[in-house]
């Protein structure tokens, strides 16, 4: 039996007419570019996370880069992450000029082990990168407790979290800023499933 990687169709089948509408709709205004749904749904997202702005951007690995940009993270400053993530995590840090440092994750969670961030933590620290892994979201009030102490940002790496649920908090909305994903394969529409 073949079972493809990964296949939209069944979910599309469900939302076909609203999404060739849709489509439609963007071809008929000649807009592709930013625009009026780019704002719309930056305005609309942002209400669904609970703060008060998002960006659209280009991807989740711009995202994060942007994030940390505009942390004025750089060469020099180093940031903590998780080690088992995805790849832009890290790469969204070094693309900065600015080193990782990895932090090996919690056995029953998979998300970073808070209890191993502050032997990680160094004069250059500027930030830590929480990865909420497949819809669970990392240990926030653990990690926010910790950059509290020693006046770091922190940032969620939320592209595998849209609508996932912290304490009655949306993903997104739990640290300094964040980044998502639209990747097609990533678990958007059926986020109602992420809140654990
Ligand atoms: C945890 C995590 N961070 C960042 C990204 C990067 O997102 P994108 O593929 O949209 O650049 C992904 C996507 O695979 C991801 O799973």
Same mark, same amino acid.
């Given at each position: 039996?073949?079972?493809?990687?990964?296949?939209?169709?069944?979910?599309? *089948?469900?939302?076909?007419?609203?999404?060739?509408?849709?489509? *439609?709709?963007?071809?008929?205004?000649?807009? @592709?570019?930013?625009?009026?749904?780019?704002?719309?749904? *930056?305005?609309?997202?942002?209400?669904?996370?609970?703060?008060?702005?998002?960006?659209?951007?280009?991807?989740?690995?711009?995202?994060? @880069?942007?994030?940390?940009?505009?942390?004025?993270?750089?060469?020099?400053?180093?940031?903590?992450?998780?080690?088992?993530?995805?790849?832009?995590?890290?790469?969204?840090?070094?693309?900065?000029?600015?080193?990782?440092?990895?932090?090996?994750?919690?056995?029953?969670?998979?998300?970073?082990?808070?209890?191993?961030?502050?032997?990680?933590?160094?004069?250059?620290?500027?930030?830590?990168?929480?990865?909420?892994?497949?819809?669970?979201?990392?240990?926030?009030?653990?990690?926010?407790?910790?950059?509290?102490?020693?006046?770091?940002?922190?940032?969620?790496?939320?592209? *595998?979290?849209?609508?996932?649920? @912290?304490?009655?908090?949306?993903?997104?909305?739990?640290?300094?800023?964040?980044?998502?994903?639209? @990747?097609?394969?990533?678990?958007?529409?059926?986020?109602?499933?992420?809140?654990?």
């Amino acid at each position: 039996m073949k079972v493809p990687f990964v296949s939209l169709n069944v979910m599309h *089948q469900e939302i076909h007419t609203e999404l060739t509408e849709a489509f *439609q709709s963007v071809l008929n205004a000649n807009n @592709y570019i930013m625009g009026a749904e780019w704002d719309r749904f *930056q305005k609309d997202f942002a209400n669904f996370c609970g703060v008060s702005f998002a960006v659209g951007c280009g991807n989740g690995l711009d995202a994060l @880069y942007l994030v940390l940009k505009a942390m004025e993270i750089g060469e020099g400053d180093e940031v903590i992450v998780p080690s088992n993530t995805f790849i832009a995590t890290a790469l969204a840090v070094s693309y900065t000029g600015a080193t990782p440092v990895f932090v090996e994750p919690n056995i029953n969670t998979y998300t970073i082990d808070p209890s191993l961030i502050e032997e990680k933590i160094s004069d250059k620290t500027k930030a830590i990168i929480a990865v909420h892994l497949y819809g669970r979201c990392a240990d926030m009030d653990a990690i926010n407790q910790i950059a509290k102490v020693h006046g770091l940002k922190v940032i969620e790496d939320a592209a *595998q979290a849209h609508g996932a649920v @912290y304490k009655g908090k949306k993903a997104g909305s739990l640290g300094d800023a964040a980044g998502f994903s639209f @990747y097609p394969g990533k678990n958007l529409a059926r986020s109602e499933m992420l809140a654990w």
